[in-house]
């Protein structure tokens, strides 16, 4: 399998845990229970600067790719790449709503849970379109030569939290992280 293809399947396996963590704390609030707000604003955080800028920017330019040299599945890849926006503004939009129940404003629960179980289904759907059609299809239809070129194209991959840790800006999110890598 292509190297580009292997990071980005890894990324979506540490995206999926990141969610799992979200789901949990979202189903605290779900009961009432005050969750890490700071905890969750710091993955919504990590999404949006490493998920958007880094993550889906190089996953476009593999579809762009894969549009310019002619590929019949385009339908896909313009949902795909029409999503990833999308993505982007739930994931800010959810991100205000926490912040502002950490500054505490009134907002109805129930609206806050409603926003971050849409992103999460969203998200993990839209993982699950992109490696069963648009991986394969990239590994099927993209030459050698088009991967070294994309290879020199694609955006820092420094990773903040899980290649080279930023435990400055996600300091609560990386702690909670290796926790769980040392949990039994």
Known sequence: MNQLVQR??????????LLD??????????????????LMCELLEYMEIYGDQIHHKSEDLIFDRLRAIGVEKTD????????????????????????????EEVLRRDEVEIQGRELIA????HMD?????AFPLAIERLSAADWTELESVMP????????APDTARFRALYQ???EQATDP
């Open 76 to 103: 896909i890849l313009d949902i795909l790449a029409h999503q990833h926006a999308l993505l982007g503004q739930m994931n800010r939009r959810f991100r205000r709503s926490l912040e502002g129940i950490i500054h």
């Open 129 to 133: 379109i992109e490696e069963r059609e």
């Open 156 to 163: 820092d991959t420094s990773d903040p939290l899980f290649v």
């Open 122 to 125: 969203a998200l993990r759907q």
């Open 8 to 17: 980005l399947g890894l990324e979506h396996r540490r995206l999926a845990r």
């Open 21 to 38: 963590l979200l789901e949990r704390l979202l189903d605290r609030f779900s009961t009432g229970t005050e969750p890490d707000y700071n």
């Open 176 to 178: 909670v992280l290796m």
